[in-house]
């Protein structure tokens, strides 16, 4: 199991950062883990701002220790600007694809200091309960009570402040060949753990398996070529299948999505277009499409074969 201070034993930070260790004992074989924060950037190596995100998802196949726990993730939380006397709120959210664990958290950053703290999402915080407020009976859980009371479930699956308690990393001296290690997450005891050809410099390593493509991207998704690139923007490659709003996957990568001649969003395109074959065109008007199949522009009307007239 990951520790705090082991995960960066060999790896050179930035002087101020919270470093987050993210656990569970949800068994599934493979979780997707969220993370968006505010007014702060996340990043698995502080030193390279290229892969700093207010917002990163990663999958990852689960492989659970004799503590019923497994790792999830690992990863840094730095002030934007250097502002480290604002406080964060970190938002995590895991699913295995038919449950969502949540937790909330508000970290304070130590000026000039590394600190950490250890977050394990408990399946046991779905288990339904009483109290709620704002939902039925049937989807009152202890996650959602917590959160009715500006609290959130806790390590225990017990109702705990959103305030954070972290503690100082200790580094140990770093050896000379620290530096073939990139990213954090794959260093333990001063060793990266991963074969020293695939410590390239400059990149992070993920794998080039098609069964396991993006799953050691803690930031981003794998290009194919063992490393770690940025997704689910305009032009960027799709994260698993899913884009930002506004942009659709095609092809592997996000696009946008909605406008005239554009792919739809899904089945959804801008007003005054209807959704045709895949792509969104001109509906309503003399000899268009009905828009949705039944409306049309002042005049005219849904007819034969659902063209306006």
Known sequence: MATASSALASCAVNPTYVLVVVSTDLRAPRVTLTAHTERSVMSTDPRAPSEWADRFTLVRPLVHESDGLAD????????RRGRADEPVWLDLSLSDG?????????????????????VVLRAQCLTLTTGCTTVPAAECTVSQR???RMQTCGDDA???STMVDTTPVTEPPSRPDSA???????????????????????????SSSDDFAGTQCSIGVCDGAGRCVACGSAGE????ESCRAGLTC????????????QRCCGVACLGGLDCTSGRCESCGGASERCCAGVFCNPGTSCGMNAICR
Do not use: K
């Open 146 to 148: 917590c959160e009715e």
């Open 98 to 118: 038919a449950t969502v664990l949540r937790r909330r958290s508000l970290v304070r950053f130590v000026a000039g200091s590394g600190q950490s703290f250890r």
């Open 250 to 261: 095609a092809a592997g990568r996000c696009e946008a999505c909605g406008g005239r001649n």
């Open 72 to 79: 999830v993730g690992i990863f840094s939380v730095l002030p």
């Open 237 to 240: 490659l799709c994260c698993g």
């Open 158 to 160: 017990q109702c705990v």
């Open 180 to 206: 073939v290690c990139p990213d954090p997450s794959q260093c333990v005891a001063r060793e990266c753990q991963v074969p020293v050809a695939r410590c390239e410099m400059g990149r992070t390593v993920c």
